[in-house]
């Protein structure tokens, strides 16, 4: 015994460094394992195997599907997205933009199928044709409204837009990961630190008696590995609440339910179901088509009840073929404006779907195990990775301190 006391005290700065270089071992290497999650954003080195790309961005459309499952299985469906959308409030936010352009879609029109007929009718008759066209736009929208809320499954797809949006922003992806589960990479950090310290004190005590080389990278193996994977066991469990005696012991990312459900609605609402996004999937979505049409017969069928009493004779004035030309001349070029357009309901919208209270107040009320599929699936898919990572560090920060310090 007194040679193990004499040997402590005669080597004291390298026994104490064992804990502090256990600790920074942890430390780093989970560090290292959260920025692996995240960087780089595309793969950087000879693919497909010497070089890395981020967990998550290599696998962003996975992570965007899961994600969206959460939304429209746990949280709002897009049927439930539309109805909060009411035709009249709709029409009347696009008043102000819809009068300016059916006057330039008249005019356009007109001048380009029969600038000598246009140019000659009295300024009043003009006007009296916008004034009339003007009162009925919005029975004209109401009518687009209630046909796309009956029919949005044919003409509108939720998971398409949130998967489009998220997998080629693999930025956003990683913004929304990031900030929900912020905490929980801080904790993943100091964990690795604070165990490190615990196994390289259980290191120095073994050492002292049993002064084995392949002890050395035996342990930085081991707190490489273990490190990371306690933390991320303490991350998710217990999912239940646990009372042992008077300490509550639950899941650090389950206990922050409400914090996270908070966080969550506000990225969502903010970046992914806004209301740009969703009129960009409603004119660019895989039922962009079916939309377009519905819309055209629409228009059509409204310059038709707008001429319904004067039909035959522009018609006749006209001709048939060139009458419905213009018909079909007006069409394209509302649609050529809707984009534009629709961008003036986006206040509306914002405030009548109310999404950041709707997905916060939903996620709140998860059970743990489904509010576990918000964050568990960015470290699930490649864990072993990570954790694999931080064990060959480990070992190589073993391998250095029995060849440079303990040699």
Same mark, same amino acid.
């Not at 290497?29 to 995240?38: D, E, Y």
């Not at 998550?56 to 939304?71: G, H, L, N, Q, Y």
């Not at 007929?117 to 009518?143: F, H, T």
């Not at 990683?174 to 993943?188: D, L, P, Y």
């Given at each position: 015994?007194?040679?193990?006391?004499?040997?402590?005290? @005669?080597?004291?700065?390298?026994?104490? @460094?064992?804990?502090?270089?256990?600790?920074?071992?942890?430390?780093?290497?989970?560090?290292?394992?959260? !920025?692996?999650?995240?960087?780089? $954003?595309?793969?950087?080195?000879?693919?497909?195997? $010497?070089?890395?790309?981020?967990?998550?961005?290599?696998?962003?459309?996975?992570?965007?599907?899961?994600?969206?499952?959460?939304?429209?299985?746990?949280?709002?469906?897009?049927?439930?997205?539309?109805?909060?959308?009411?035709? +009249?409030?709709?029409?009347?936010?696009?008043?102000?933009?819809?009068?300016?352009?059916?006057?330039?879609?008249? +005019?356009?029109?007109?001048?380009?199928?029969?600038?000598?007929?246009?140019?000659?009718?009295?300024?009043?008759?003009?006007?009296?044709?916008?004034?009339?066209?003007?009162?009925?736009?919005?029975?004209?929208?109401?009518?687009?409204?209630?046909?796309?809320?009956?029919?949005?499954?044919?003409?509108? /797809?939720?998971?398409?837009?949130?998967?489009?949006?998220? @997998?080629?922003?693999?930025?956003?992806?990683?913004?929304?990961?990031?900030?929900?589960?912020?905490?929980?990479?801080?904790?993943?950090?100091?964990?690795?630190?604070?165990?490190?310290?615990?196994?390289?004190?259980?290191?120095?005590?073994?050492?002292?008696?049993?002064?084995?080389?392949?002890?050395?990278?035996?342990?930085?193996?081991?707190?490489?590995?273990?490190?990371?994977?306690?933390?991320?066991?303490?991350?998710?469990?217990? !999912?239940?609440?646990?009372?042992?005696?008077?300490?509550?012991?639950?899941?650090?990312?389950?206990?922050?339910?409400?914090?996270?459900?908070? /966080?969550?609605?506000?990225?969502?609402?903010?970046?992914?179901?806004?209301?740009?996004?969703?009129?960009?999937?409603?004119?660019?979505?895989?039922?962009?088509?079916?939309?377009?049409?519905?819309?055209?017969?629409?228009?059509?069928?409204?310059?038709?009840?707008?001429?319904?009493?004067?039909?035959?004779?522009?018609?006749?004035?006209?001709?048939?073929?060139?009458?419905? /030309?213009?018909?079909? @001349?007006?069409?394209?070029?509302?649609?050529?404006?809707?984009?534009?357009?629709?961008?003036?309901?986006?206040?509306?919208?914002?405030?009548?779907? +109310?999404?950041?209270?709707?997905?916060?107040?939903?996620?709140?009320?998860?059970?743990?195990?489904?509010?576990?599929?918000?964050?568990?699936?960015?470290?699930?898919? +490649?864990?072993?990775?990570?954790?694999?990572?931080?064990?060959?560090?480990?070992?190589?920060?073993?391998?250095?301190?029995?060849?440079?310090?303990?040699?």
């Amino acid at each position: 015994m007194e040679a193990v006391v004499n040997d402590f005290v @005669s080597n004291l700065w390298l026994y104490l @460094s064992m804990p502090v270089i256990s600790g920074v071992v942890g430390y780093v290497t989970n560090v290292i394992a959260i !920025k692996m999650m995240f960087q780089p $954003l595309e793969f950087v080195g000879k693919p497909p195997f $010497l070089g890395w790309q981020g967990i998550i961005p290599r696998r962003a459309a996975k992570m965007a599907a899961i994600s969206v499952e959460t939304i429209t299985t746990h949280l709002i469906t897009q049927e439930e997205i539309f109805s909060r959308l009411d035709a +009249d409030k709709v029409a009347n936010a696009l008043e102000p933009a819809l009068n300016g352009m059916i006057e330039e879609i008249v +005019d356009q029109v007109m001048l380009e199928y029969e600038p000598k007929l246009w140019e000659s009718l009295p300024e009043m008759v003009k006007r009296q044709i916008y004034k009339r066209v003007k009162r009925d736009a919005p029975k004209l929208i109401n009518d687009i409204m209630n046909q796309l809320k009956i029919n949005i499954s044919q003409m509108y /797809d939720l998971e398409d837009m949130v998967v489009t949006n998220l @997998s080629r922003d693999k930025a956003l992806l990683n913004k929304i990961f990031q900030e929900v589960g912020a905490a929980e990479f801080r904790f993943i950090g100091r964990s690795g630190l604070y165990f490190g310290l615990l196994f390289g004190l259980l290191q120095m005590g073994v050492w002292l008696f049993f002064q084995q080389g392949w002890l050395l990278p035996a342990f930085g193996l081991l707190v490489g590995y273990a490190t990371n994977a306690i933390a991320l066991q303490m991350i998710f469990n217990p !999912k239940e609440l646990m009372r042992i005696g008077p300490f509550n012991i639950q899941g650090l990312f389950m206990k922050r339910q409400n914090e996270v459900a908070s /966080d969550y609605g506000r990225l969502v609402s903010s970046y992914v179901l806004t209301p740009s996004n969703i009129i960009e999937g409603i004119l660019k979505g895989p039922y962009a088509d079916k939309v377009f049409d519905m819309i055209g017969r629409h228009v059509q069928r409204a310059v038709d009840e707008q001429t319904n009493l004067a039909k035959p004779f522009v018609t006749f004035a006209v001709g048939t073929q060139t009458y419905r /030309d213009m018909k079909s @001349s007006a069409v394209k070029r509302l649609i050529q404006r809707l984009p534009a357009t629709l961008k003036h309901i986006e206040d509306y919208a914002d405030e009548a779907l +109310d999404l950041e209270h709707t997905l916060s107040t939903r996620l709140q009320s998860l059970k743990p195990s489904e509010f576990e599929g918000m964050l568990r699936p960015a470290f699930e898919q +490649d864990e072993w990775i990570l954790i694999a990572v931080g064990a060959v560090l480990g070992l190589c920060v073993g391998v250095f301190q029995l060849t440079f310090m303990f040699g």
